[in-house]
């Protein structure tokens, strides 16, 4: 089992920055491939950026140029700095640790923080 923890969503004005962050509780962190999605109300929880654990990362287009994310192996963690936000993305922001178990897919999530942008 792995527990996710995430921290540091919160209230922030359109065109501020957010660092979102990930602490995973396994000892063998490095092997996983992390990503974060965001679900906002009455939508879909879509995936907003991945890395894997080769450090390949995936950016959706919808925040391509604004967000970031990143991994420290040693610190058991992944970040999501997020800049320019906008209203759109308002939005629980989750984060997940996926790796592949023989033929199956192990899925962990974390419970989620809140990102409201709004002024």
């Known amino acids: 089992q792995v527990q996710l923890v995430e921290s540091g969503g919160g209230l922030v004005q359109p065109g501020g920055s957010l660092r979102l962050s990930c602490a995973a509780t396994t000892k063998v962190f490095s092997i996983y491939n992390m990503a974060w999605y965001r679900q906002a109300p009455g939508k879909q929880r879509e995936m907003v950026a991945s890395?894997?654990?080769?450090?390949?990362?995936n950016i959706a287009d919808s925040v391509k140029g604004r967000f970031t994310i990143s991994r420290d192996n040693a610190k058991n963690s992944v970040y999501l700095q997020m800049n320019s936000l906008k209203p759109e993305d308002t939005a629980v922001y989750y984060c997940?640790?996926?790796?592949?178990?023989?033929?199956?897919?192990?899925?962990?999530w974390g419970q989620g923080t809140q990102v409201t942008v709004s002024s």
């Open positions: 890395i894997t654990n080769g450090g390949s990362t």
């Open positions: 997940n640790a996926a790796r592949r178990q023989f033929t199956n897919i192990l899925n962990y």
